[in-house]
Each structure stands twice: as C-alpha cells, then as structure tokens.
C-alpha cells in the first residue's frame, strides 16, 4: 500500500494504520533529529523529538495534501521545526563531541592504530559538520546522510532547488577549511559520505 492510499484511509478513520505509516519512516526520521541535536549535544532526547513528531503529524494529518509535498518531505520539515523549536528552547552549552560520550565503532578486524586513526578522522568530520550554521548543517545531512534530492531538501528547507545547491557548496567548502589542517590529502571525502554528488 502507497503512503497515499495509506494516509486516506487513516482520515476515513482507520488510524490503526498509522503505527505502519510511522514504521515506514521512523529510523530515517530518528536519524535526521539526532545528527541535528549533535551540535548542541542533546542527542539523548532524539527519541522523544521523534515521537513528537509523529504525534504532531498525527494531529495535523487531516491538513495534509499530497499536491503541495510528499508525505516524507512533510515528515522531515515537522521534524526539523520540532528540533528547531527545542534548540530555542534549550540553548544548551556546547560540548566537546570528545566528551559527549559518542565514540564510533571500528570493524572488530581493523588493527588497533587503524581504529585508531579512523575514528579520529570521522570525529573531526562530525565535528566540522556540527559546527556549520543550522541550514548548511541540515542540507548536508539531508543529503549525505538521508540520500535526499535537491527538490526534497528544497521543500523542507523552505528554499529554492539553486539556494539548496549553494548551502550545499558552502557546507562542504567550510568542512573542507575545517579540516585542512588535519588531512594533507583529500582523504577525508571518504568519511561520513562528503564525496560530491
């Protein structure tokens, strides 16, 4: 069953079928709050921005029409307002990703100093993505992280397809200048999915 033959039987009242609507995106949906709350060190309420978000679009279904946005891209821009909105309320201090206790894992197989120096490397893309003003930071992570096009990012972001471009540049441009510094060959465009596309 599409979204759309699903969201049209949940507003004639069979809303026993949104659980299955909000599996069908709740791991994407959870994964974009999360790398957005990283920046402020807050990922430890991911889960619960997630289930706002759901229960907002859950309340708000009936408003939804299918000719102004998809379904997904309508998902996306209630999650990032509803992230948005707990950001203004919080103003959290920075913490050092160091010391947020977010440490990724390397392959069991991989030596020791590879591990190593893996992890280090993707710390410092995260990093330098975290540090990336709100909008440049949610086109690249819409886009590298959630495999999103330009019109799909477009519609969340509120921006035209060419605006979505130019975040995208300067995101990418600014990690770049960030980590210059640490990687004297461009090595680092493997990591966290910084190839251009």
Known sequence: MTDSQMIQLIKEGKTELYSDLMRR???KILAFIYHMLKSSSMESIAEDLCSETFYKAFRSLHS???ADASFST????????????????N?????????SGVVPIAPIEAAPEHAILRNEKVMLVRDA??????????????????????????NI?????SAVKSLLFRARTSVRNQLE??????????????KRR
């Open 25 to 27: 995106y709740q791991r």
């Open 64 to 66: 939804f029409r299918e």
């Open 74 to 89: 309508w998902l996306y821009t209630i999650a990032r307002n509803t992230v948005l909105s707990e950001l203004r309320k």
């Open 91 to 99: 103003r959290a201090t920075n913490v050092p990703l160091e010391e």
């Open 129 to 154: 993505i975290n540090n990336l003003p709100e909008k440049q930071r949610s086109a690249l992570i819409l886009r590298e992280y959630d495999q999103l096009d330009y019109q799909q990012i477009a």
């Open 157 to 161: 972001l509120g921006q035209t397809v």
């Open 181 to 194: 510094a640490y990687f004297f060959e461009p090595l680092f465009e493997e990591y966290e999915g910084m």
